[in-house]
């Protein structure tokens, strides 16, 4: 059990913080990249949150492969959710229930995080942690497994015992798998799932933006409670 954030407050916040971490720049000092920007301004919104509160964000990815493809990250800025207190585990696990409920569908809800794996397994570019959720059919559990041998975890609060790069998947059983391979192909549960939506060649978000997506994940949470 771990019950302090481990804080890593960056030295000032307007010490170039900006050139670093995108999700830190965006959510705590509301300045997101130009691309944001450009599609906020030519959508009138001043953010693309969908939710937020002290210690979380809901939002639709840039790339985003459907309109129930948003991200839960937190505020605080943790390279993954193996380093949040249970405290705030505890929160990201009611919060992907809201996700859940809040996104109807037919397709099983399933998340996935490629956690500390910025450079590492090469699995991720931003290095703010982050859940991706989807509705989808792929079998992630399948996918996660031919990686390499995988660690059932009883629930997300169970992640604190992950030492070192991961990436954790949980299908749409509510099973929990976490695999620690040397390497992962770049974006590699995204190229999975966009195989299982038949457009395997558009899984690079930044080639993709697919920011109809985005839009259309922004009108299907409007009301949504901030
Ligand atoms: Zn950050
Ligand atoms: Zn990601």
Not at 198 to 219: M, Q, S, T
């Amino acid at each position: 059990m771990r019950d302090e954030f481990p804080r890593r407050e960056h030295a000032t916040v307007d010490a170039g913080f900006s050139g670093g971490c995108e999700y830190c720049s965006e959510f705590k000092l509301a300045q997101p990249p130009p691309s944001v920007r450009d599609f906020l301004a030519a959508n009138g919104l001043s953010s693309r949150a969908l939710y937020a509160d002290r210690d979380f964000v809901i939002f639709p990815s840039i790339g985003a492969l459907d309109a129930t493809h948003v991200l839960l990250a937190t505020v605080e800025h943790a390279t993954a959710f193996s380093e949040l207190p249970s405290a705030l585990l505890a929160r990201a696990e009611s919060l992907l229930g809201l996700v859940r409920d809040r996104l109807d569908g037919r397709a099983p809800m399933v998340y996935f995080e490629h956690g500390s794996a910025c450079g590492a397994l090469g699995g991720q570019c931003i290095d703010h942690a982050h859940m991706h959720c989807i509705r989808t059919t792929c079998d992630l559990a399948r996918r996660v497994e031919s990686l390499g041998p995988a660690v059932h975890l009883e629930s997300l609060a169970d992640i604190q015992r992950i030492v070192g790069p991961y990436l954790f998947a949980r299908s749409g059983s509510g099973a929990n798998l976490v695999v620690q391979p040397r390497s992962i192909p770049s974006q590699y549960i995204r190229r999975e799932v966009c195989a299982e939506l038949g457009i395997p060649d558009e899984w690079d978000w930044a080639v993709f933006p697919r920011w109809h997506n985005l839009a259309a994940a922004l009108e299907a949470w409007k009301g949504e409670p901030k």
